[in-house]
Each structure stands twice: as C-alpha cells, then as structure tokens.
C-alpha cells in the first residue's frame, strides 16, 4: 500500500515525474516497475504530494518528495523492536489476528510528514504490485464514479477526481488539556482543577466537564492521584 500525503504547499501533482526503481518500496512510491512499465497516478486539483508512506509486505518507509526524487526519512522492518535508524520512533507491525484479522499497524511521528502539533494534511491511498507496476481499484479517500470501479486500473493511468482524498487534523497529545503542542506545568494546572478523588464522576466546583473529561487520563472517568501519574510520565522533559 501507497499513501500520499499533502501537508504543505508545493508537491507534485503526479508519479510520472518519479522515476525511483532502486528497490520495492521505491516502486511502490513511483509506480514504476521492474521492466520500466509504468501506472501513474495523477492526484486530485489542489493535492500536491510532499510525503509519501509505503508499506511493503516485510518493511514500510516514509519518504519525502525532492523534485523527482524520492528522500528516506525513516522507515522499519515488519515486527522490529527498533526503526532503521535505530531508535523507537517508526513502528510496523501485525496483529496476532486474535480479533479476526491480521490488520497491519503503522505509526510514526507526525513532524515526518510536515505536520505541526495540532496541524492538519490530505491523504489518499493505492494498493499497486510493485514489481510489475499493477494498480488495483482499492483505494482510501477515492469517491465512487471511476472507469475503474468494476475492474483494476493495471498499468493504465489513473487521474483522479476534485475532492479524491481523505483530510485529518492532528489532536493534542493526551496530557495536553491546553493544546499547544506540548505537556507542560500549564497542563498540570488543568489537572490539579479537575482533581476530584477516586470514584468521583462529576467535576468539582471551577471545573468545566470538558476539562473535567480531559484530564481522566487513564478513562476511569474519574480525576486522581492514578492520572497525576500518567501526567508525570507524559510531561515535557524540561518544560
């Protein structure tokens, strides 16, 4: 799977600028394959690609766009206790299937994609064979209404429709019940107001529900001493 991101002005506007063939998750990002054959994908009007996620069947890898030329930013091996850069922030893993399938987990840091703390970005996805160049009709934030609706795109070129992608806006961390990016003293004086004790489900006098709600880091939908303590392992280092 392939999933494009627009989180900043500028990009581009398709794959048929790429032309990175130097390994499987390469060819999933440009959509060319091993022969040379080619399925490009020609974004939506007003999404631009900056970053590009793949995920391959045995490793995944967030790339940013340069020109026509693909930039690894960090990426991880499928189950792997650390990323390729040797650290935790990159994770890629699979489920046991203990809930009914073997669902594929990706996760890394938003500033990989450009995104700033509570920022906001489009996505759309493809599912395409990388060796061969064939896309299939799978997609994430594609409306219906396409030529290819009934059968694969394959190596034909696919240009998608105005509002063809998915928008998300990024949350405050939990701990963050002020909203600016980072947990700080300024968040625990929400907490300390919220405190209420074990048990109590309402909030106490000087505290709205919101704040109330916010503050019950661990959801026992009451405020105590268990929360300040999440707080604690949550907080800023140096703030």
């Known amino acids: 799977m392939v999933l494009y991101v627009d989180s900043v002005a500028g ?3 398709s794959t048929a600028s790429l032309n990175a063939t130097g390994d499987l998750l390469q060819r999933l990002a440009t959509g060319v394959g091993l022969g040379g054959q080619r ?3 020609y974004f939506p009007p007003g999404f631009r690609a900056d970053r590009i ?3 391959g069947p045995a490793s995944a890898m967030v ?3 340069r020109g026509s030329s693909l930039l690894p930013i960090n990426g991880a091996l499928l189950g792997a206790a650390t990323d390729l850069a040797g650290g935790t922030d990159v994770v890629y893993r699979v489920d046991d299937g203990a809930q ?3 669902v594929r987990e990706f996760q890394a840091p938003l500033s990989y994609l ?4 509570l920022g906001a970005f489009r996505l759309l996805a493809t599912l395409l064979d990388g060796d061969v160049a064939y896309r299939s009709n799978e997609f994430v934030g594609v409306a ?7 059968e694969n795109p394959g190596q034909n070129n696919v240009v998608l429709k105005h509002g063809d992608f998915v928008s998300f806006q990024a949350s405050p961390a939990l701990g963050d019940l002020d909203a ?3 947990v700080t003293a300024a968040d625990f004086a929400v907490l300390a107001a919220a405190l209420a004790g074990p048990g109590v489900t309402t909030p106490p006098p000087h505290c709205n529900t919101i704040d109330f709600a916010n503050a019950d880091l661990d959801g026992d939908r009451d405020v105590d001493l268990a929360d300040c303590a999440d707080f604690q392992r949550r907080m800023t280092v140096g703030e």
């Open 180 to 182: 600016d990016g980072a």
């Open 144 to 150: 219906p209404g396409n030529w290819w609706d009934s």
């Open 114 to 117: 450009n995104v700033a703390p």
């Open 100 to 102: 009914g399938g073997r």
């Open 53 to 55: 996620i793949c995920l």
């Open 39 to 41: 399925a490009a994908l």
């Open 63 to 65: 790339y940013a766009i």
């Open 11 to 13: 990009g581009i506007v």
